[in-house]
């Protein structure tokens, strides 16, 4: 089962972990990216291309599906206003084995960073504001699934 979404509204990864592990997997890997409130960051907002954002999270679902044998993935990416502490993207890679289910979520993770079209817009207590670029870090990371 693979479900993916784009959604403005808070995630609730109580109930998502509760949905995505009604299979009774073997092993289960999460990983949950919060807003960080550096530099004193109030708000980070996200936008989208609705069709390509959620295009661009599905391919990178099924890629990793047919990369590892997963029997249930969660993808969650949100999308808006964010403040510092909420919860941004959430990953949930099932398998058999756990060596599968970790290696999706960090594949998962990596590839997002650099496949998926979102754009992060920085706003600070100071006044400032600013939109993020990627960093050689995402690239580097991303590129060692290749």
Not at 43 to 59: C, I
Not at 71 to 99: C, K, N, Q
Not at 124 to 138: I, K, L, P, S
């Amino acid at each position: 089962m693979i479900r993916v979404a784009i959604r403005a509204d808070a995630i609730d990864v109580a109930a998502e972990l509760d949905l995505h592990d009604a299979g009774g997997h073997g092993a289960s890997a999460s990983f949950i990216g919060r807003v960080r409130g550096d530099d004193g960051l109030t708000e980070l907002f996200l936008d989208h291309h609705p069709v390509m954002t959620e295009a661009g999270l599905a391919g990178l679902a099924h890629a990793a599906a047919d990369r590892w044998h997963l029997a249930a993935l969660t993808l969650i990416h949100r999308v808006g206003a964010m403040a510092p502490g909420e919860t941004i993207v959430l990953v949930l890679a099932s398998s058999p084995h756990r060596a599968e289910a970790l290696a999706a979520c960090e594949y998962l993770i990596d590839r997002l960073k650099t496949d998926v079209m979102l754009w992060k817009r920085e706003s600070f207590a100071d006044g400032r504001v600013q939109w993020v670029e990627q960093g050689e870090g995402d690239q580097r990371r991303a590129g060692r699934w290749d």
